[in-house]
C-alpha cells in the first residue's frame, strides 16, 4: 500500500490534498485514489471509439475503396462511409464540448489537460525529471495521481489542441455540403478566410489526421508501458477511475 | 454622351425589338437569376426607368480569355449586354477608338459619371519593379487601375486573375502580379473567378447590377453568391457514383466509359465553387465533367499551386519534398512506431537487467 504522508520526498503538492480527498472518501488506509471521474471516463471511451472510426472512414473518403459493381442506384458505399464519418465526427464534438464542461464542474483532475502551468518552474522540473525517466537516464519513477507533467503535455498538445483543430476544421468542411446558409458555415465559415482554396482545408484535415495517429500509438504505448512500469495504474484506472498505488 | 440618360428600354425599341420580346427576355432573366414571380416586372421596370449604367473595362496582366467568354453569352446576348444594358464606355479590347482617343473617353467617363461608374477590371497588376511588367497608355497599369477606382461606384473582378491572381501570380510570381482585392480596398469589390468565367454568369452579374443599382449578394470571399454557392460536385450529373462508390481508376477504362465519377482522377469538383455543373458552357452545351475530364478547379484561390490536376491528394511542398499528406502521415507514423518498438525493446532489457541484478542482490 502507499502512504503519502510516509514519503514527503518525492510528494506532489497535488497529493497531499489528494490525501486529504482519499481520507474523506475511502479512508486513509486505503490503496486507491478516485481520480478519473464517471463523465470523464465516458468520454474518454466514445472519444476513442469515435476517433477510431473517423481515421478509418476518413482514409477512405481521402482514399476511396476500388469500384463496386451495378448500378449506381443500388449501391451506397461512399454515402455510407461518410455517413459515418459525419457522424462520429458529431459525437466527438459533442462529447468533446460535454468534456469541456466537466472541465468546470468536475475534479481537479479533470481541468489538467486543458491547460499546462507554464508559468511554473516547478512543472518544467517535473517535465525534465519525466523526460529523464523514458530516455533510461532516471531508474526511479516518480508518483502522480493525475497525469504526470509530461503526459499532461502530450495531451494537451496531443488530444484537447489537435482534437480541437479537427473538429473546427471538419465542421468547416461539412459546411461546403451543408451550404452557405447552415450553421456550420456561420460558426466555422471563418476558416476559408485562413484557406480560402478549401483543398487547402482538406490537406490540413488531413495531416491532422495522421498527427492523432501518431498521438495515439503514444498515447497507448505509454499508458501500457507506465501500468508495467510506474508505481501506479493506468489503463485499469479509465476503467474504474480508481489510480492504485503500489511500492 | 448624351446616351448616358437614354434607357435600355429606349434603346432597344430604337433597334426595332417589340415590346413583346423585351418582356420574353425580362422573363428569361428574372429565370435565370433564380428570382421571384415579381422578378421580371422589376426587371422591366428597372431597365425602362433607369439610365443605362457607365462601365470602364480595363485590362491588366491577362489573356483576354474573360472576354472571349463575356462576348459568348447566350442568355443574355452579349450583343444586349454590351449595346443596350450598360453603356460600355471604355474597353481598350473591343472599343473602335485607339490611342489618344481612347484615353480622352477613358478620362471624360470618369469626370463626367464619377462616382457612379462600374470599373470592370480583367486581369490583375503586377507590383514588382513598380508595376512597370504592365504599361497601360504609357503608365504602370497599377497607377491607372487606383486611379479609375478611386471615382468607380464598385468593382468587378473578373476572372482568376483579378479575383486571385491565377497563373501570373503562381509560384514563384516573378512580376509580384496581385489580385484586385489586394490593391484596391475602399470600394466594393465583386469577384467573378474562374479561368474564364462562364459567360452567363459575367452577364448575368451585370444583369443584376443594372436592374436593381446594386451589387448582388456577396459570400464570405465577395463572390455572387447566386453562381458561387454551391461545388461542382454538389449539382455534378455524375454525384451519384460518387455516392455509390463506383470511380474512374484510368483514363480509358470501362468505368471512364460508363462515365462514373472522376474523383480519384483528381477531379476539383468537391473543391471548386462555380456553376459549371447547372449553367455548362456554350449556351448549355456540356461542362468540363461532361466531357469526360476532372474539374481542374479553375474558380479557386492559387489553383495552379495545388499540384497536379490529376491527384485526389494535394502535394505539400513544404519540406522541400513533394509528398501527400498521405505519404507524410505514413512516414511519421513508421517513424514513431519504430521509435515506441525501440523503446518498449530497450524498457524490456532495462527491467530483465534490473530484475537478474535485483535477484543477485537477494540471494
Known sequence: MMDVAARPAEAEPDLSAIAADAAGEHGVCRPAVYVYEAPVRICHWVNAFSII??????????????????????????????????????????????????????????????????????????????????????????????????????????????????????????????????????????????????????????????????????????????????????????????????? | MGAATETFYSVIRRQGITRRSFHKFCSLTATSLGLGPLGASRIANALETKPRVPVIWMHGLECTCCSESFIRSAHPLVKDAVLSMISLDYDGTIMAAAGHQAEAILEETRAKHKGQYILAVEGNPPLNEGGMFCIHGGKPFVEKLKMVAEDAMAIIAWGACASWGCVQAAKPNPTQATPIDKVIANKPIIKVPGCPPIAEVMTGVITFITTFGKLPELD????????????????????????????????????????????????????????????????????????????????????????????????????????????????????????????????????????????????
Not at chain 2, 463506383?246 to 483514363?251: A, I
Not at chain 2, 492559387?302 to 505539400?316: A, P, Q, V
Open chain 1, 53 to 247: 472510426v473517423l481515421m478509418v472512414t476518413g482514409y477512405l473518403i481521402g482514399t476511396p475503396l476500388p469500384s463496386v459493381e451495378g448500378e449506381a442506384s443500388a449501391n451506397f458505399v461512399m454515402g455510407y462511409i461518410r455517413f459515418a464519418h459525419f457522424a462520429a465526427g458529431q459525437v466527438l464534438a459533442v462529447f468533446f464540448l460535454a468534456r469541456i464542461l466537466w472541465a468546470f464542474v468536475g475534479n481537479h483532475y479533470s481541468r489538467q489537460i486543458f491547460y499546462l502551468p507554464v508559468h511554473r518552474k516547478h512543472f518544467w522540473k517535473e517535465v525534465l525529471h519525466e523526460i529523464r525517466w523514458y530516455a533510461f537516464l532516471d531508474r526511479e519513477p516518480k508518483m502522480y495521481v493525475g497525469h504526470n507533467p509530461l503526459a499532461r503535455t502530450a495531451m494537451f498538445t496531443g488530444f484537447t489542441l489537435f482534437v480541437a483543430f479537427m473538429i473546427v476544421t471538419g465542421f468547416a468542411l461539412y459546411s461546403e455540403g451543408a451550404g452557405i446558409d447552415s450553421w456550420q458555415h456561420k460558426l466555422f465559415g471563418w476558416v476559408f478566410a485562413i484557406w480560402p482554396n478549401s483543398q487547402d482545408v482538406h490537406t490540413w484535415h488531413h495531416l491532422g489526421m495522421w498527427a492523432l495517429v501518431v498521438f495515439v500509438m503514444v498515447h497507448i504505448y505509454a499508458a501500457v508501458r507506465e501500468d508495467i512500469m510506474s508505481r501506479q495504474s493506468i489503463v485499469s484506472s479509465m476503467i474504474s477511475g480508481e489510480r492504485q498505488f503500489r511500492d
Open chain 2, 220 to 363: 464570405r470571399q465577395g463572390r455572387p453568391k447566386m453562381f458561387y454557392s454551391q461545388r461542382i460536385h454538389d449539382k455534378c450529373y455524375r454525384r451519384s457514383h460518387f455516392d455509390a462508390g463506383q470511380f474512374v481508376e484510368e483514363w480509358d477504362d470501362e468505368a471512364a466509359r460508363k462515365g462514373y465519377c472522376l474523383y480519384k482522377m483528381g477531379c476539383k469538383g468537391p473543391t471548386t465553387y462555380n456553376a459549371c455543373s447547372t449553367v455548362r458552357w456554350n449556351g448549355g452545351v456540356s461542362f468540363p465533367i461532361q466531357s469526360g475530364h476532372g474539374c481542374i478547379g479553375c474558380s479557386e484561390d492559387g489553383f495552379w499551386d495545388k499540384g497536379s490536376f490529376y491527384d485526389r491528394l494535394t502535394n505539400i511542398k513544404q519540406f522541400g519534398i513533394e509528398k501527400n499528406a498521405d505519404q507524410i502521415g505514413m512516414v511519421a507514423a513508421g517513424a514513431v512506431g519504430a521509435a515506441v518498438a525501440a523503446h518498449a525493446a530497450v524498457t524490456a532489457v532495462k527491467r530483465l537487467a534490473g530484475k537478474s541484478e535485483d535477484a543477485h542482490h537477494t540471494s
